[in-house]
Structure formats: structure tokens, C-alpha cells
Nanobody
């Protein structure tokens, strides 16, 4: 079983930066390890549905972002540390949300951006951006 633990959230002002981390432990039922998981970040703003933010392919060579964060957020991974990161720059009040990392155990040609493509989820970390 795979466990995901997010960290790095907090309260910041508009224009500030934060880096979220998500540490993975355990293995999928298939026996594959972190290096074969596509990893994603989702967020759930207050009173809204959980939405896709960014994803990085298991190969590390393909990334995907939702339009509102392109150019401001960067997703990366360190397979040696079983960790995926989300660097968030130029934060805006509308980025306020609980941020979740997720793991997709299926080998796909591109990273997915739908919740139902991901098999394991962390507990979330709160990011609050004040104006």
C-alpha cells in the first residue's frame, strides 16, 4: 500500500512563494515503486470541487498544468527521495485551497488530469493566500 504525506502549506501574502512536498512510502499492489508512478497535485478551494493543478509523468519528461497556474507553478520529482514537489510562485488569493498529492499506478503515455485516474491520495495541506 502506498502512503502519501504532503507538507509545506501555510499562510502567505499575495505574490509570495511556497514549495509543497509530497513524500511517498510503500509500494503499489503491482509491486512497482515510486519511480513508475505518475504523480499529480490537485486542490480543493473552499466550497468547491477538487480540481487538477499539475502532474508529472512517471518518466519525469512530461509535465501538465491547469491554465491558471501555468508560468507560476512548477512540478518536479526526486525519485531517489520518493518525493514530488510543487513550487508555487506569485501566489494569488484564488490559489487558496487544500492541496492534495496523488499517485497514478497505471503506465500511461501522458500524465492524467482527472481525479479518477489516480489511485492513492495524501491527506492534504492547507494553503491560504491573503490579499
Amino acid at each position: 500500500q502506498v502512503q502519501l504525506v504532503e507538507s509545506g502549506g501555510g499562510v502567505v501574502q499575495a505574490g509570495d512563494s511556497l514549495r509543497l512536498s509530497c513524500a511517498a512510502s510503500g509500494r503499489a499492489a503491482s509491486g512497482r515503486n515510486f519511480g513508475s508512478y505518475t504523480m499529480g497535485w490537485f486542490r480543493q478551494p473552499p466550497g468547491k470541487e477538487r480540481e487538477f493543478v499539475a502532474a508529472i509523468h512517471w518518466s519525469g519528461s512530461i509535465t501538465s498544468y491547469t491554465g491558471s497556474v501555468k508560468g507560476r507553478f512548477t512540478i518536479s520529482r526526486d525519485n531517489a527521495k520518493n518525493t514530488v514537489y510543487l513550487q508555487m510562485n506569485s501566489l494569488k488569493p484564488e490559489d487558496t485551497a487544500v492541496y492534495y498529492c496523488a499517485a497514478d499506478f497505471t503506465i500511461r503515455p501522458e500524465p492524467g488530469n482527472h481525479r479518477d485516474e489516480y489511485h492513492a491520495w495524501g491527506q492534504g495541506t492547507q494553503v491560504t493566500v491573503s490579499s
